[in-house]
């Protein structure tokens, strides 16, 4: 492969900058641009070793005093020779840098280059290297630590041994049939039917925990509903912890959707805060109306909130009770976990009886109720619990071995799927040859996870998530 480099950091000045290089006799063009105090040449460095230098431009002018280490093939991120340079986080000096590896023979590496040499070089497999992108993305605590362990190989050690039981049985299989002279055990029906019970059991596992995967992951889009001056922007800016919506005592202030992401519970939630739902004549909030409602049906958790607070100076209108009641009914009816937040708890400790509402048998009741005040925070916890009732972590031995997306959720499906055929043919009475034909659809499918059989264009289309440097 041809010699690649890239600037590994930001593009903002910084305290420190580096830039990285792979490819074969990189070491060479190395030398071009970095004159070490100790006056050794560069290849003759001593291997994963920081060494103070001189970093100099295409034309041998020195541009920053730095470090340089070198990574010889395969012991690298990449597997082939590798090397880092470490100066000041200067753009312009970086610039300078990369351009001198360019004049010496470098090109510019492109989106997750180095990433993808190390999965072609057999470093990563596909699991791993998506894991790289996730642990940058990381928006957690707990996504950081399920990319960390993703990255150190806790999902590929959950389908390996998958793999191997099916490779066995089909390997066995062809054996017998390529060479039926050779003392070679047949693979009895039972034994088949074994292994893909298994197979199918561990994936099953593997599906159930993929939920949990892509909350851990992405986050829970969580629509914040309720009728005007119900606290939905005081809400929203309580649990962003700064004042992200504007807040007045004037209902209908909110005319768009407003998003934000929050922790809640230790879930992150993609919050969107919207337009009160009332019947209006103002076309500007009707849009807002109508954006609600898409927020809504593309939500996969559900705030309602009420004012609650009883107001003995100011009774509520018979309308507003009318608006209630026809949006806890727009709510149960999307199926989707919906929780009731009666806020604005430290104007009274009482809440009128708009919970009574939800008492029609053919309602979707909400997960939990929760009572809380956004502007003191008392209840706020209340809401964390409840969130993360509905967003359990699990277990923590699940960390690393979580399917994180919908790639890899797709591909363990068809891979059960097809186990899944395989084990009722069995059952059926077909031959072992027919059923084998479902367990090879298997591995196929287990292998565009891994990484074994992926296309080109799965490849493609993973690393062109990653960053330049990376």
Known sequence: ????????????????????????????????????ANGKPFHAQEPRKLVMGDLLDCEGRRIDRGMAVRFPAPNS?????????????????????????FAAGARQAGPGEFTKRAFLNGRLDLTQAEAVVDLIDAETAAAARNAAAQLDGGLRRRLEPIQEALLDIVSRFYAVVDYPDEDIEDVHPREIAQALVSAEDALTYLLAACKRGQVLKS???????????????????????????????????????????????GVLLRLIDTAGLRETEDTVEQLGVERSRRAMANAELILLLSDDAVHPERPRPRKHWEDF??????????????????????LSGQVAGSIGMIGDADWNGPAAYVSLSAKTGEGLEDLEDAVSALFPAGDPGETGSLLTDRRQEDAARRARDALRRGRAALTGGLTPDTVLTDVEEALDALGELTGRTAKEEIVSRIFSRFCVGK
Do not use: Q
Not at 2 to 22: C, F, P, Q
Not at 80 to 100: I, K, N, Q, T, Y
Not at 233 to 248: C, E, H, K, P, Q
């Open 219 to 265: 986050g829970v889009r969580t629509a914040i509903m309720g009728l005007p001056n119900a606290g939905k922007s005081s809400l929203l800016n309580a649990l962003a912890g700064y004042d992200r919506a504007i807040v007045t005592d004037i209902p209908g202030t909110t005319r768009d959707t407003v998003e934000e992401s929050a922790l809640c519970g």
């Open 1 to 36: 492969m041809d010699i690649i480099a890239a600037i590994a950091t930001g593009s903002a000045a910084s305290a420190i900058g580096i830039v990285r290089i792979s490819g074969a006799d990189c070491f060479s063009a190395c030398g071009h641009v970095f004159r070490a």
């Open 325 to 346: 009641r026809r949006l806890l009914w727009e709510v149960s009816k999307t199926g989707k976990p919906w929780i009731y937040v009666a806020t604005k708890r430290d």
């Open 77 to 101: 991120y990449t597997g082939e020779d590798s090397a880092e340079f470490h100066c000041h986080g200067s753009p312009v000096v970086l610039r300078e840098l990369l351009s001198a590896l």
